[in-house]
């Protein structure tokens, strides 16, 4: 399980018991990604759960802490977009897995409003365990205007002991009225010398986790996978003059929907550079020189366009080399 082998940050440690000495029942977590919303979230309710917890969190021996190692809770409902659920290792429920399996439809990428019907009838339940109840929702934002107001009601008026988490990286596409029903914490942005000693911790070479952590813009998760991901830093470094060049190579193994990230990070450097700010995620000497601000701002929507539907390219190798002839071209642009 991934969060078996990933050492708890020192900061999300802080966090959690910051959060656990304050009441409440329903905590929304809040800030950009890869900061551990779903990490604390986790942790919350593993406290919340827990047989024998103390100030710091879980105990990690329980039944209530193994029932959640194994996935298996009968007091937890976690509610997340399928993909989000089949990637970190959550069971979905009976009908939804048979669905999947034959091939009736893909897993969803926003929470359907049958589970959420599921999670309302489960606060509703006794607690099977005797500890209380608790429902975590990551990321909060991938619920539409049904799923929302079906959660809203049961915030507004918890059935007693039920206990809400809703983690999220984009907390203003939230409905105000779900926001106000929530306790706000917004995620702690850890000192960079906290960040590369944790990585450390977790077996990255000092000088690969300063460059990861610059290519993904100072973010502690992000930083992880992306070491963990085999790419090099280099690989990383020579990514701008590559793509100049227009060779696709410079794009690695990479599916469109990561390939497509890491030009919005290129163009939003050249954007920044055109402009006399410090670049964020690649270092001042790797840059090309930036074309027009007009040609930057043309690439930067014809790149969020692109974002939306990266996720069914007809072709994932023609979609490649389409994104790297339109960048090569914006790069050579003179107007
Ligand atoms: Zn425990």
């Known amino acids: 399980m991934s969060e078996a082998t990933v050492a708890l940050a020192p ?3 802080v966090q959690r018991t910051s959060l656990l000495a304050q009441r409440g029942h329903a905590w929304l977590l809040q800030g950009p990604s890869g900061l551990g ?3 604390l979230g986790m942790e ?11 100030a710091q969190g879980a105990c990690g021996n329980c039944g209530s802490c193994h029932a959640i190692d194994v996935r298996t809770h009968a007091d937890l409902c976690v509610l997340m977009p399928e993909v989000q659920m089949m990637a970190l290792g959550w069971p ?53 205007h049904i799923t929302a107001n079906a959660l809203l009601k049961t915030l507004e008026e918890p059935p007693g002991d039920v206990r809400f988490v809703l983690a999220s990286e984009a907390a203003h596409q939230l409905l105000p009225t779900i926001r106000s029903r929530c306790l706000g914490h917004t995620m ?14 977790q077996g990255v070479e000092p000088a690969a986790a300063a460059a990861h952590l610059r290519a993904a813009g100072g973010r502690p998760d992000d930083t992880l996978a992306l070491a ?51 670049p ?14 007009g040609a930057l701002t043309r690439w930067s929507r014809a790149l969020a366009k692109e974002a939306r539907t990266a996720d069914h390219p007809f072709n994932a190798g023609l979609m490649l080399e389409a994104l790297v002839a339109q960048a090569r071209n914006i790069l050579h642009s003179r107007h």
């Open 11 to 13: 900061w999300i440690a």
């Open 37 to 39: 919303q779903y990490t």
């Open 44 to 54: 919350l309710v593993r406290a919340w759960l827990c047989d024998a917890p103390t």
């Open 92 to 144: 979905l429920s009976e009908k939804a897995q048979a669905d999947i399996d034959d091939k009736k439809r893909k897993p969803s990428r926003e929470i359907r409003v049958e589970a959420m019907r599921d999670a309302v009838e489960f606060a509703q339940r006794t607690s099977a365990r005797g500890r209380g109840k608790a429902v975590l929702v990551y990321p909060a934002e991938q619920m539409n």
């Open 188 to 201: 702690v942005w850890p000192a960079e010398a906290d960040m590369l000693q944790w990585l450390a911790g």
């Open 228 to 278: 963990r991901s085999g790419r090099s830093p280099q690989a990383w470094a020579a990514l701008p003059q590559g793509i100049a060049r227009g060779d696709v190579a410079a794009l690695g193994d990479w599916a469109p929907a990561q390939a497509i990230d890491a030009l919005q990070k290129l163009c939003h450097d050249l954007l920044a550079a055109s402009m006399g700010a410090a």
């Open 280 to 293: 964020r995620y690649f270092a001042p000497g790797d840059l090309p020189k930036p074309p027009p601000l």
